[in-house]
Each structure stands twice: as structure tokens, then as C-alpha cells.
């Protein structure tokens, strides 16, 4: 089953609006943290924001903020003021439990794409 | 800010050859990941390393190895190349998960990648 779903392959966004792209999770482990990711052309992963399941506020990076649901189980992402250079991959991650294995898992990636 | 280093970025390699990918971890970072992403998919974890020791285990062929070295740098090793094996090979590095204060402690931070491309 898959653990992390992203239901939008392709997001189209005006420069300077905002967009919220979809992320839900599936886990039965209380302990887990929430990652996303940019993937630009050029390949490298960028790390953007992280939510941890016991977080109590939703996290906040610059433009960047997570509206995250854990009674419905999601962590949106959402990018305020679009610029031409958030145009990317987006990755959603879960890393579950505390020590062990530490190993993310991603979901299929969401393509934005900021328009002039 | 220091950031993982990969060596080498680009690899290009016929089939049935051997390849060596490196990665040099973040200062003070124990643990080191890899992960293969495949054209147009999503990365797929390999195997990680805490303090040397294997500490998972992913869908890496048997062809391949890993080992983590005193200095924490890790070294994917591709035996009978495969075209299939063709992707880019991410390493990523973290401090000890669970043990740190801040709550980005266990952020897994990714270097820029190896392409692999198998002819």
C-alpha cells in the first residue's frame, strides 16, 4: 500500500499567488516526521520543511509553510508568493519511528510550474 | 554551510562493469543514506549506516555493497552493471536520529547526486 500519496502530478500557478500542494500519509506508528522536498531540473534535493507527528504548531519556513491534519492524516505544503524559480519536483517524505530505521519514503512528486 | 559531497557526478559505464560511488557526510553527521531514483520515478532507499554498522537495509540488489569508513565517508559499490541500474544515486547524511534537541535533528540532507548511465 502506499504509504505516501500525492495526488496532483502537475500543478500550474501564476508568479506571486500562492499553491498548496496535496500530501497524505498512511502510518500506524505514533512517532513519524513529515518532509518535503524540491527537486529542481538539475536533480539535486533540496530540503524544505519538516513536521513531526508530536509538533503541536504547523511548521513555517520563509514562504514556505506545512498545513498540517493529523486526524485526516495530511501535510500540505504550501508556497506563498510563487516565484519563477519554485518551478520543480516537489517530493512528500514520511520517515517513521525513532531510532532504527530511519529511512524516508517518498510519494510520486507533484510538477509545479510558476507561469510569468 | 558545509553540505554531502558526491563523487563522482557523472558515471559512465558499460555493461557488466564495476562502479564506485562516494559520499562524504556533513561534518558531525553518523549516518548515511542511499537512494536510487529511476527516470521520472521517486528516490528508493538503498541502505544507511550509523557509526559503520549497516542500520537498514532497502531494495538494493546483491550486486551492490556499502560500507560506511571511520571518517563516516560511505562507498556504493555496483557490481554486473545492468542498463536497469541507469539512475541518479543520491546520498544523504544525518546526525543521530532521536538524540538531538532540535526537532530537525534527524533531517536527512541530500547531496547533489550521481548520474549513473550503463550502456
Known amino acids: 500500500a502506499q504509504k505516501i500519496t500525492q495526488t496532483q502530478p502537475g500543478m500550474f500557478v501564476q508568479e506571486k499567488e500562492a499553491v498548496t500542494l496535496d500530501c497524505t500519509y498512511d502510518?500506524?506508528?505514533?512517532?513519524?516526521?513529515l518532509f518535503w522536498y524540491k527537486q529542481p531540473s538539475s536533480g539535486e534535493m533540496i530540503f524544505l520543511i519538516y513536521?513531526?507527528?508530536?509538533?503541536?504548531q504547523n511548521a513555517t519556513e520563509g514562504r514556505y509553510s506545512l498545513n498540517f491534519q493529523k486526524a485526516r492524516k495530511s501535510a500540505n505544503l504550501v508556497i506563498s508568493a510563487s516565484q519563477l524559480g519554485d518551478s520543480a519536483m516537489y517530493f512528500c517524505?514520511?520517515?517513521?519511528?525513532?531510532?532504527?530505521?530511519?529511512?524516508?519514503?517518498f510519494g510520486k512528486g507533484t510538477k509545479l510550474t510558476v507561469n510569468p | 554551510a558545509a553540505g554531502v559531497i558526491q563523487s563522482p557526478r557523472h558515471l559512465i559505464k558499460e555493461k557488466r562493469e564495476t562502479a564506485t560511488l562516494k559520499c562524504y557526510p556533513i561534518?558531525?553527521?553518523?549516518?548515511v543514506y542511499w537512494y536510487q531514483q529511476g527516470p521520472g520515478q521517486d528516490p528508493q532507499f538503498l541502505i544507511s549506516?550509523?557509526?559503520?554498522?549497516?542500520?537498514d537495509k532497502g531494495s538494493i540488489p546483491d550486486r551492490f555493497s556499502a560500507q560506511q569508513f571511520s571518517d563516516y565517508h560511505s562507498e556504493l559499490n555496483m557490481s554486473s552493471l545492468e542498463l536497469g541500474d541507469s539512475a541518479l544515486y543520491f546520498c544523504?547524511?544525518?546526525?543521530?536520529?532521536?538524540?538531538?534537541?532540535?526537532?530537525?535533528?534527524?533531517?536527512?540532507?541530500f547531496g547533489p547526486g550521481t548520474r549513473l548511465t550503463v550502456l
Open positions: 544523504a547524511s544525518s546526525r543521530t536520529p532521536g538524540t538531538s534537541g532540535s526537532r530537525r535533528s534527524d533531517t536527512q540532507y
Open positions: 517524505a514520511m520517515r517513521e519511528g525513532v531510532g532504527g530505521s530511519e529511512k524516508l519514503v
Open positions: 549506516f550509523y557509526e559503520k554498522m549497516q542500520s
Open positions: 502510518t500506524s506508528d505514533p512517532s513519524y516526521g
Open positions: 513536521q513531526g507527528s508530536y509538533d503541536q
Open positions: 561534518p558531525r553527521h553518523d549516518t
